[in-house]
């Protein structure tokens, strides 16, 4: 009878490091050659759980076995295990290959054909089961502990960090691995940080825009592509901030556990907390559900800005006489009794004007951007101890890029390793890794030289007189974008507006940026009005 053998082992490492693989094949060829069986393939699986099918070979082996005409008659395995470790799975694949006429023998549980045999089987593979859910158990309780000490479980660590071995604290034989930061890739994951925080070339950039700024330079993430889920998983990642997570999801559902199931594990950080958590505001700033399209899309100018300072509801556009008469009306008022809200509607051009005459007149005036400027510089000066580590954290990877390529020159004009397609490639990634490593040192060097330190009273004054014109001048759509960039929430409640905005966004225009272009006014940290009139807006 021709049959087939099965092999298994849960663990690559087992495969690697374990006889286990070639004793069954021993054994199962010997049980064949003693009952005159011959064996027409071997199926071997290293690394793979029998508590599930996601399992390649297996698959292979139940689609041949189930093909017409069959291959083999039987598959053979050493132990009903190796098959399966789920009573109800080893049932329902057993008997698909029944209908074709295999069977599936084990040459340490032989068992006979008829209900009995069949009782036993299941037996067997219930314990099994059993077996394999309390293994599972004190692995798993074992995993937790080991985290717990602020080791390491697994072999592949975060974007970012390098598994390293380390002594047994406990003093028990064996060694066991710690993360610590891998400084090349962690350079990548700080410039994702950056550039999600503070832009690229004075615009916000989101997830999307970053994979294809990386893709277009090409770093990769471990010789992947960068996509944008990718990117958006790295920035909500704690571990970047010295917190990594442990037990947080199922191992075979995926299935999210709940909080008190987690085991958080300090590890080095790679970017500040103040950093994380600034991120992270902007995620949520820019979530569809904080702030909708119409905010941006709508022609309307303080559409998704304005809100009700009596009940917080925001404010819509509303018409009468045919469209004649427009006005800003809360939305409590509109959808419920109009006696719900005692905020009253106003004019649209009334309101429109008003907030634009006291940004030109209160705000952009040159005393105020120069008290910006004031702070800003000051702000610079703080950060540029941490610019000059970064640039030095470049600067040795760098070296290190040019004595690897060096090396690899060196090698080929020696001729000890040929000039092949392989090492072609790895030349062309250290080169495309050192022009990225360039181009991140020239960019942060400008921004050391940023030119809003530069700017001259001069340049303030003449910007604001500027920018009164333009932002009086209704004929674009320049007022409305402006807006959008300097203004997180105007408020009014039937006698005053009150307005809360960005703080360096004015600056970056005067350093340089064309006014009335389409281009996004480049949006920083809030708090730019302080409490200084009717139509100011107390800091956040």
Known sequence: MAVALYARVSTVRQADKDLSIPDQLRQMRAWCERNGHAVGHEYIEPGASATDDRRPVFQQMIAEATAKPAPYKAIIVHSLSRFFRDAVELGLYERSLKKSGVRLISITQPTSDDAMGEMIRRIFSTFDEYQSKENGKHTLRAMQENARQGYFNGSRPPFGYKPVEVENSTGKAGRKKRLEIDEAEAAIVRQIFDLYENGLHGQEVGSKQIAAHL????????????????VHAMLCDTVYKGEYVFNKTANRTKARKAPDEW????????VSAATFQAVAAQRHARSPAVTPARRVNSPTLLTGLLKCAVCGAGMTLVTGKGGRYRYYKCNTRIGQHSKACSTPAIATDKLDNLVLTALADRVLTPERLKAMLKELKAQLEASRGKQSAALQSMQRELSELETGLNRLYEAVERGLIPMDDMLGQRVQALKARRESVLGEMARSKQSEASPLSTLSNAQLTAFATTMRSRLLDRSDGFPKRYLQALISEITFDGEKVLMQGRK?????????????????????????????????????
């Open 215 to 230: 893709n277009e330079r090409g770093v990769l993430l471990r010789g992947a592509k960068w996509t944008r889920t990718r």
């Open 263 to 270: 085991i958080v594990v300090s590890v080095p950080a790679i």
């Open 504 to 540: 360096t966004a004015a600056l970056a225009a005067a350093a340089g940026k064309k006014i009335g272009t389409s281009e996004k006014v480049p949006t920083f940290s809030h708090t730019w009005l302080p409490d200084l009139g009717s139509n100011q807006g107390p800091t956040d």
